[in-house]
């Protein structure tokens, strides 16, 4: 016998049980280093998912914030278009309504004087239409060109056409009411015979 009374077996059994404890002992603290990896990792995963969500996130702000910068641009741009627009057509309306005036105005011109008060008021009406005209041509408004040239849908409307071999089909032959335009806009067209 051994020391202390235990038997060889006993002792194989004893060693063989610290053994299997030394073992265990040891896959368990390898278990728990792996669950820790594990924790670890998941925990990195989770922080990297995250910031990955964050990136996102602070893309779209970003892009919405972009929208939001270029629609303001687009709004200023447009009003500044619209009160450009505005002070450059502010006389449409006034000029509009003088037109016809100018026409009155060139129908009583084209009457014939005879008597010397007839001719002088002639001329009076003369000077008054001239200093209309320069003030309506300061204004913006312009007279359209027609007779001779060829018809524009544009600015031209044609009432009646004719035949003449002495212009190219689609000139205009006559002017039978003056248009007008201010600026780059269209008052009235011209009502025009048409060579056809």
């Given at each position: 016998m051994t020391e202390k009374g235990q038997t060889?077996?006993?002792?194989?059994?004893?060693t063989s049980v610290q053994q299997d404890e030394a073992v265990t002992a040891d896959t368990v603290e390898d278990e728990t280093v792996e669950v820790e990896e594990q924790e670890t990792l998941t925990a990195e995963e989770l922080k990297d998912a995250e910031i990955e969500e964050l990136k996102t996130k602070l893309q779209e702000e970003e892009n919405r914030r972009l929208r939001?910068?270029?629609?303001?641009?687009?709004?200023?741009?447009?009003?500044?278009?619209?009160?450009?627009?505005?002070?450059?057509?502010?006389?449409?309306e006034v000029l509009t309504n003088l037109v016809p005036v100018l026409d009155n105005f060139e129908r009583g011109l084209?009457?014939?004087?005879?008597?010397?008060?007839?001719?002088?008021?002639?001329?009076g009406m003369e000077?008054?239409?001239?200093?209309?005209?320069e003030a309506l041509k300061s204004s913006g408004l312009t007279e359209i060109e027609a007779a001779g040239i060829?018809?524009?849908?544009?600015?031209?409307?044609?009432?009646?056409?004719?035949?003449?071999?002495?212009?190219?089909?689609g000139s205009v032959l006559e002017v039978l009411q003056k248009g007008y335009t201010l600026k780059d806009r269209v008052?009235?067209?011209?009502?025009?015979?048409?060579?056809?």
């Open positions: 060889s077996e006993e002792l194989d059994t004893e939001v910068l270029a629609d303001l641009d687009n709004a200023r741009r447009r009003a500044t278009l619209d009160k450009e627009a505005l002070q450059k057509y502010r006389s449409q084209s009457v014939k004087a005879e008597s010397d008060d007839a001719k002088s008021l002639l001329t000077m008054v239409f001239r200093s209309l005209e060829e018809f524009d849908p544009n600015y031209h409307q044609a009432v009646m056409t004719d035949s003449d071999e002495n212009f190219p089909s008052l009235r067209p011209a009502m025009v015979k048409v060579n056809e």
